[in-house]
């Protein structure tokens, strides 16, 4: 595909009121590992990890969990929450099948940990072949960052009464309670104004887009396209990851039972960090090995990518040329 196009085969595997399984393959391509992408449920669209996906179509089928805008969520499907976020990685990972390959990205990363977690406790046999844990903040207090700070600084009631709106009329999902996307932009907003200030790496991107294809999908339009997350998610995860860090206290908890990382221990896990991210500073993410203290040296990999800040690692040249051979070259030696 270097240089060139593709045909690439798009199907739904199976779906909820809050998420489609989608599979990506290249046409005709014979049969290939198969790999999960774990979008963050925080307010972007799944279209975010577009190069992601495009990079590594060529060695493996690729599935993506694309969660859905919840102001199209009508209230009788309920609220969906933390819980729901794990259990649904770790249906799909069910489904996918064994020999599996699970990437998460920043606030998808504790969820697929968790999955991937209990599916080693309870049936290991279904646990994913490889776990890569991308920007995701596993112990944000191992290199807190001003955003982990600013998280912090807020007591929960706040965020759960005067964070949260409910959907106006005119949608399927009216009255939901949400974070509302417009909240979200103007924190973004807020965000790559300070890095303009300081000309870093989304300005940078702002002015010369170095995405896969930034005709069809401009960076900018992928960074300012949010969607409105349900308040239940939204709360329970600020509360578990940032508040009370419960994976790395042994406090995390799914269906009434403790959540332990300890239990992987076939699973090669590959952590990748960008040595200048600003959200999920390195560190934070490798605290994962810290917690899979069962698996052995050939099963680890701990990659810190220089020069790279949050979104290189996702988007553009950095992530091309630099994140994705690694991540390739670890999975396809991980059997």
């Known amino acids: ?35 999960l992408v774990v979008p963050p449920l925080s307010g972007h669209f799944a279209m975010l990890m577009r190069d992601v996906v495009i990079g590594l179509l060529p060695d493996f089928d690729v599935s993506l969990l694309d969660w859905t805008n919840v102001r199209h969520v009508p209230q009788p499907f309920g609220s969906f929450g933390f819980e729901d976020n794990i259990l649904t990685v770790e249906r799909a990972i069910r489904e996918l099948g064994p020999g599996l390959n699970v990437l998460a990205l920043c606030q998808g990363g504790v ?29 944000p207090m191992a290199n807190p960052t001003a955003v982990v700070r600013l998280i912090r600084r807020w007591p929960m009631l706040w965020y759960r009464m005067g964070a949260m709106a409910p959907v106006p009329r005119g949608f399927a999902g009216q009255g939901r309670r949400v974070y509302p996307a417009a909240t979200q932009l103007a924190g973004l907003r807020a965000y790559l104004a300070r890095d303009r200030e300081r000309d870093g790496e989304l300005a940078r991107k702002f002015r010369a887009d170095d995405g896969a294809d930034p005709g069809v999908a401009p960076f900018g339009d992928l960074y300012t396209s949010v969607m409105d997350v349900d308040a239940r998610h939204f709360a329970e995860n600020l509360e578990q990851v940032f508040h009370i860090c419960a994976i790395t206290k042994g406090r995390l908890t799914c269906r009434g039972r403790t959540v332990r990382p300890e ?14 991210d600003d959200i999920a500073a390195p560190g934070q993410t490798a605290a994962a090995h810290d917690l899979c203290i069962a698996l052995p040296p050939r099963r680890r990999a701990r990659i810190v990518v220089p020069d790279c800040g949050h979104f290189g690692l996702f988007h553009g040249r950095p992530c091309r040329e630099r994140v994705l051979p690694a991540i390739r070259e670890h999975l396809l030696s991980a059997g």
């Open 1 to 35: 595909m270097a240089g060139g196009t593709a045909q690439v085969e798009e199907r739904d595997l199976s779906a909820s009121a809050f998420h489609t399984l989608v599979s990506f393959r290249l046409s005709a391509a014979g049969p290939r590992p198969g790999l």
């Open 111 to 139: 969820p697929a940990l968790a999955a991937t977690a209990r599916l080693a406790e309870e049936a290991p046999h279904r646990a994913p072949q490889a776990l890569v844990l991308m920007a995701a903040p596993v112990d």
């Open 263 to 276: 239990a992987l221990q076939h699973t090669t896990l590959i952590t990748v960090e960008g040595a200048l």
